[in-house]
Structures are given as C-alpha cells and as structure tokens.
C-alpha cells in the first residue's frame, strides 16, 4: 500500500514499478526471440550446418569440422566434399575408437602412403595425392575418402550445397555410405553394414 499526496492509501503499487516490469518483461521476450532465430537459422533443429562462404574455400584444400567431427574437402575441380572422421571399423568399436586424420604431402608418411597405395587413388581426386589415415586399424584413404588400402567401405559423407548467400551448408543427418569394390568405386550401401 501507497499514501498518494492526500495521505489516502492506495493498494496499487507506484506506476513506476509497474512500467519497469513491463519493460523487464520485453527485454526477456525479445532476448529468447533472438536465441531462437539465431538457433533456427543454423540449422541446428535439421542438422544442416551452414559454414563459411564457398569461396572462403581454396581448390584443393581441406579443413577439419572438429565441432562435428568431419572434414570439408574443396576438390582441384571445385566439387565440395563432407567426409566423416571416423571410419566404420571405429563407428563399430565404440570401446576403441581411432578418428581418420590427414596426411598431407609435407607429412613424411607421405611419400611411404604414396609409394604404397597411390595407384590406387581414385579419379575422383583430380591428382591430388591428400590421404587420411587412421593409425588403429591402418585404414587409409585419398582425398574423396576412397578406401585406398584394401576394398571396403568408404569415408561416410554428408550431403555438401551451397545456399543462395553463397555459403556451403553441411547436412550432418543425411549420411552417404558406399563401399569400394574392385572396379567400383562408390557402390552405394546400407550405412549399418
């Protein structure tokens, strides 16, 4: 209760607290509407990551999505590739678990990958001699993720676009998986073999 200028009491409380309420009440509507369009907007609720601007990547160049676990490979023709960084030798040994890692041409088992497996790599690659290696199982594979080693299944990719801001957008619940086969390179197969 409040005395107003005549010294009657009043139930209501000073307008000023009410009015700062009010604005207190805004303030937190407007702050959970931002969070929320900025989580829309990333595609956080459909699994699509959107990344950087497409041509932020060079041809024949790579980067390592560690927050998700994949690599964006720009191929030398241009063509973008998401590959997974666990193969599925470890996707199936959860107790043991060897993530794929690259093996540049600086890197000095390059040159012993490249002697070993390089007639091997696919077409696909543009020439580009990047492998991937992983050290547990002795895995590896060429920059489009073909098993190069032996024939077997293939780095799992996700569906890689461009949206129309330029900007490549990843769809980490899409999971493409094939399997190298003699003459075939990418024969399609069910991703829980």
């Not at 700062?20 to 699509?48: H, K, P, Q, R």
């Not at 041509?55 to 997974?84: C, H, K, M, Q, T």
Request: aromatic share 8%.
């Amino acid at each position: 209760m409040t005395l107003d200028d005549d010294g009657i009491t009043s139930p209501r409380p000073p307008v000023v607290l009410g009015c700062g309420l009010m604005i207190t009440a805004v303030v937190a509507l407007f702050v959970v509407g931002a969070c929320l369009t900025i989580y829309l907007d990333s595609g956080a609720n459909t699994g699509e990551m959107v990344l950087e601007d497409a041509r932020a990547y060079a041809f024949g160049s790579y980067e390592y999505v560690g927050a998700r676990n994949y690599f964006i490979v720009r191929l030398p023709d241009g063509a973008f590739l998401a590959l997974a960084d666990l193969d599925a030798a470890n996707r199936a040994t959860p107790e043991r678990r060897c993530r794929v890692q690259a093996v540049p041409a600086g890197d000095p088992a390059h040159a012993a990958l490249l002697e070993l497996h390089g007639r091997r790599i696919s077409t696909f690659t543009g020439g580009w001699t990047l492998m991937f290696r992983e050290s547990c199982n002795g895995a590896v594979y060429d920059a489009a993720g073909i098993r190069l080693d032996r024939d077997g299944r293939n780095l799992d990719r996700f569906p890689v676009s461009v949206n129309p801001e330029r900007r490549l957008v990843v769809d980490v619940s899409a999971r493409e998986c094939s399997l190298r086969q003699t003459a075939s390179y990418l024969r399609s197969t069910s991703c829980a073999e």
